[in-house]
């Protein structure tokens, strides 16, 4: 039921692939983190995810795949899937290689602690189509990975990026801010080392915390104080900024909003927004803006900012936050955001 793995980076503009979502919250973890709750994260009950339930997701979601979208993957979240027993990652490996076979998808990923990536475990899966496989390590600091429960260390991080780097695999990593004992220094130190590894791509999240999580109880008991999410838009703003310079992509900044989020039924505290990723990209653009307008000879009262299309949005802010702030601070009675499709989505001009 084996196929040889062909090496493919599919992280570059246009190329982002057709994911097709499996959730196996909690399933091959050894430690319950103290930010954990993935079940309620995911909507999926632990150790309710079978082989079937595989199978037909996937038949499910083929369905919808649109005709821009070339690549389709087979992407294992919310547990550790190194982690998981070898006869249940050989039943879903060896599943997800048969649609892989029929040709009706072409990869599989999954998402692992560092520390469960070690020579053996890369052997166990090396003739199944893997193209990439995320590494959750949160933090570089020990400090934060003892007092978070995390169970590894730095150094084990250090080691699985090495062997994910030597077998070529296409290799993620995903950081979170704001854990127990964390602070600004620590977070741009681990978006730092996060840059030596030179990954594909990078996902940032924000601690919250979660019902059911040990950290809830923490905060119930003032043992543990949750980040503003000013504060933690401000340093993800740097991070962000951090990887823009050094061209690694960021795909997501945020959890991804749920009806329970928004309900408040699931985050007890912390810095929750439903488009988190879109404060960050807004916080981004109002700084350049700044700028251009500080540096600007001779400011009208009437001013225009040109930006690509794709990122009018983002420099309105939310509920046009950005744009009433800017009149303010510099007595601007009238400013309008033009659409110019010659810029890069990450420029601005202003006129």
């Known amino acids: 039921m084996r196929a040889g793995r062909r090496v493919i980076r599919l992280h570059k503009k246009n190329t982002r692939p057709f994911v097709i979502p499996i959730f196996i919250p909690h399933r091959g973890c ?12 995911t909507g999926t009950t632990p ?25 389709v993957q087979v992407a294992f979240y919310g547990g550790n899937f190194l982690g998981l027993n070898k006869d249940t990652i050989r039943l879903f490996l060896d599943e997800s290689t048969t649609f892989v076979k029929k040709g009706l998808i072409h990869s599989v990923r999954f998402s692992t602690r560092p520390d469960t990536i070690n020579e053996k475990s890369l052997d166990f899966i090396k003739e199944y189509p893997i193209s990439t496989i995320e590494i959750g390590l949160q933090s570089m600091d020990d400090q934060v990975l003892a007092l978070s429960n995390r169970g590894h260390t730095a150094n084990d991080t250090e080691k699985a990026v090495a062997l994910l780097q030597n077998r070529k695999y296409e290799m993620g990593l995903q950081m979170m801010v704001g854990l127990p004992g964390d602070n600004e220094a620590k977070s741009l130190a681990t978006a730092q080392k996060m840059v030596e590894f030179s990954p594909a791509f990078i996902r940032i999240y924000p601690t919250l915390v979660l019902e059911n999580s040990l950290l809830a109880s923490w905060y119930q008991k003032g ?10 838009v401000t340093l993800v703003k740097k991070i962000y900024l951090l ?17 329970d989020f928004d309900k408040g039924s699931i ?5 929750y927004h439903p488009a988190f990723g879109h404060l960050v990209h807004s916080a981004v653009f109002f700084d350049k803006a700044k700028e251009a307008l500080r540096s600007k000879k001779g400011l009208q009262k009437k001013v225009s900012i040109h930006v690509h299309p794709n990122s009018i949005s983002n420099m309105r802010g939310l509920n046009n936050d950005n744009i009433n702030r800017l009149k303010t601070m510099f007595h601007i009675q009238s400013l309008h955001i033009i659409a110019d499709p010659v810029l890069l989505e990450d420029q601005l001009t202003v006129i």
């Open 30 to 41: 050894p430690h319950h983190c103290v930010f954990c709750n993935q079940a309620a994260i």
């Open 47 to 71: 150790g309710s995810f079978t082989v079937e339930s595989l199978r037909l997701l996937i038949e499910a979601f083929i369905k919808f795949k649109g005709k821009q979208r070339q690549h």
């Open 223 to 232: 043992k543990y104080t949750p980040w503003s999410l000013h504060r933690c």
């Open 243 to 259: 990887f823009q310079y050094n061209k690694i992509p960021v795909i997501r900044m945020g959890l991804q909003a749920s009806e």
């Open 267 to 271: 985050v007890v505290a912390g810095p």
